[in-house]
Structures are given as structure tokens and as C-alpha cells.
């Protein structure tokens, strides 16, 4: 049975996942409340473990591996799941929410992989959950968020590169999904579900490429955005999120845009 540790097992597509996982793994599943985590637990059985790790933290990632180490549960599968985004963007911009996107979202799987590197097998597999984000700031209003995806996915690519013969690295871009993290007032048609999202982790699982994406139609429709000037992708972006997010505040520059 393959060893798998999720981190953000307490919600959304990390929940998901661990429930999935384990009728043929043992997981362990970290988050920072308890009480979800019992409540998986309850539901999981015996092949569920579960902390409490605030993985924004060095010295929590610490005592988590000299948990792991003294539980005898190295793992062969390590799936960087938790994430936090904020509006970090307001009148000016809101450091102290940048630097706690960026430790949780970029630093966080950092702190984990520099305690495992020395610690596990040959072929053990570390997956990110990155987002369409990393390319091109999409949904999010604030700019930590797509610059922490951003800088996970190139320190999983230059970390690809430097261990391919070793270990695995693999890196999964998701679209919007419906979880607790996404504030949709109504969501779009090609809005996929947690239990999507989860299946398709297991089968990036099982292949062998470096890179997935889902859902796959919007990754189409964001490259062709790309390709377009910024002034015209933020437009469409900006109405379609206006149709989708009405809650999301609108920033001064947002507010040009939607006068064209
Ligand atoms: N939903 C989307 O549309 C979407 C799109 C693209 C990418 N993603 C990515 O998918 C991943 C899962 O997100 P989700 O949509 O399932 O969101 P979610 O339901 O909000 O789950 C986030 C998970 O991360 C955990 N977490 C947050 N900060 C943590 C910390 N400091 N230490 C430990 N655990 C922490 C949360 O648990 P606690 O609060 O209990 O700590 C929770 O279990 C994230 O990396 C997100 O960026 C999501």
C-alpha cells in the first residue's frame, strides 16, 4: 500500500482526495483546524492519519517529519495541495496578507520538500497544486496569489530538472473548482467540482508527465487570452468576472477598463 501525505486535507479538493485515496493507500492528511480533520478521520478509518501543522511554518514541518519518521510513514506520494488566497490588493497594496500567501502557497512546500529530499526513496513522487493563475492573473483580485503559483511552478520545474533522475515532480494547474476557496456568486459553466478535480489528481498520479491541466477547455480558452494584449485580456477577464464574482471589489484600474 502507497504511502501519500496531502497537505489541506481538511477542505475542498484535499478532503476529497484523502477520502478517495484510501480504500488503497495509507494517508496522512495535515491542515491547521482539528476539528475537520477528526471529522475525516472518523469517516476514513484506521488508514487515515491526521495532524494539525501550520504548514506556513519551518518549525512545523520539523516536528510533522519527526512524526512521520517516528510513525515509521515515509511517503512515496507528496501532494502539496493547501493554499490560501486574499485580496492583498486594496487602496495600496497589504504586505502582511502578500508574505502569508507566499509562505503558506510558495515557502510552506519548500520548508516540507528540504526535510523529505534526504529522507525518502528514489522515485517518491512530490506533486504542487499550482493554477491557471501562475500564467496570468485570471480570477484573483489580489496579486499574491498568482505570484506565489507563479514561483511554486518554476521551483517545481527548476526541481524537475535538477532531480529527474532521482524523483518525480510533478505539477497540477487547476482552473476554478467549487470549494470554500472559490467565491463565485454563480458559477460558470465550465466550473468543475471537487470530486473532479480529485479524480484527476489520481490519474496525474498514475501518469508520468511533468505538467497537467483541468480543466482542459479553459487552459485552451486562457492561452488564446494570452496571446491577446494585456489591455484586451483584462477586459474580458474583468466582464467575466463582474458576471460570475459580484461580490469581488472592482480597483481603480478595473474601473477604466470597464467604462471602455
Ligand atoms: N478552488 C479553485 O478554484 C482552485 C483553482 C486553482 C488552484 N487551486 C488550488 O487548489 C488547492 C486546494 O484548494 P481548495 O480549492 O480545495 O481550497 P480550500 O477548500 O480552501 O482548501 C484549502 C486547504 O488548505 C489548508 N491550508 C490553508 N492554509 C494552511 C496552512 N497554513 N497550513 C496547513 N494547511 C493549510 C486548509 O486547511 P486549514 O484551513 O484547516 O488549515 C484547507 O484544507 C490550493 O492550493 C488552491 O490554490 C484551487
Not at 495541495?81 to 492583498?88: C, E, P, V, W
Not at 518554476?154 to 476557496?181: D, N, Q, R, V, W
Not at 492561452?223 to 458576471?243: D, N
Amino acid at each position: 500500500m502507497k504511502k501519500i501525505l496531502i497537505t489541506g486535507a481538511s477542505s475542498g479538493i484535499g478532503r476529497t482526495l484523502a477520502k478517495k485515496l484510501i480504500p488503497y493507500s495509507q494517508v496522512w492528511g495535515v491542515a491547521r483546524r482539528k476539528e475537520p480533520l477528526l471529522a475525516l478521520k472518523k469517516e476514513c478509518g484506521r488508514n487515515l492519519f491526521v495532524s494539525s501543522v501550520d504548514i506556513s511554518k519551518e518549525s512545523a514541518w520539523k516536528k510533522l517529519v519527526n512524526n512521520l519518521k517516528r510513525s515509521n510513514f515515509i511517503p512515496d506520494i507528496v501532494i502539496f495541495n493547501a493554499g490560501i488566497n486574499d485580496d492583498d490588493l486594496k487602496e495600496n497594496i497589504i504586505l502582511e496578507k502578500t508574505k502569508k500567501i507566499m509562505d503558506t502557497n510558495f515557502y510552506g512546500p519548500l520548508y516540507g520538500l528540504r526535510l523529505f529530499l534526504p529522507l525518502v526513496k528514489p522515485q517518491t513522487q512530490f506533486i504542487a497544486i499550482s493554477s491557471f493563475s501562475a500564467f496570468r492573473r485570471n480570477f484573483s483580485p489580489g496579486l499574491g496569489y498568482a505570484a506565489s503559483k507563479s514561483a511554486l511552478t518554476l521551483a517545481f520545474e527548476s526541481l524537475h530538472h535538477k532531480y529527474k533522475s532521482k524523483f518525480i515532480f510533478k505539477t497540477i494547474f487547476f482552473g476554478p473548482i467549487k470549494t470554500p476557496m472559490t467565491k463565485f456568486a454563480k458559477y460558470p459553466p465550465l466550473v468543475k467540482t471537487a470530486d473532479e478535480a480529485a479524480e484527476f489528481i489520481i490519474k496525474a498520479i498514475e501518469s508520468t508527465k511533468s505538467n497537467y491541466y483541468f480543466p482542459r477547455s479553459v487552459y485552451y480558452i486562457l492561452s488564446i487570452l494570452r496571446l491577446m494584449p494585456m489591455s484586451l485580456h483584462e477586459k474580458i477577464m474583468l466582464s467575466v468576472r463582474q458576471r460570475y464574482k459580484d461580490s469581488s471589489p472592482l480597483l481603480p484600474s478595473h474601473r477604466i477598463f470597464r467604462n471602455f
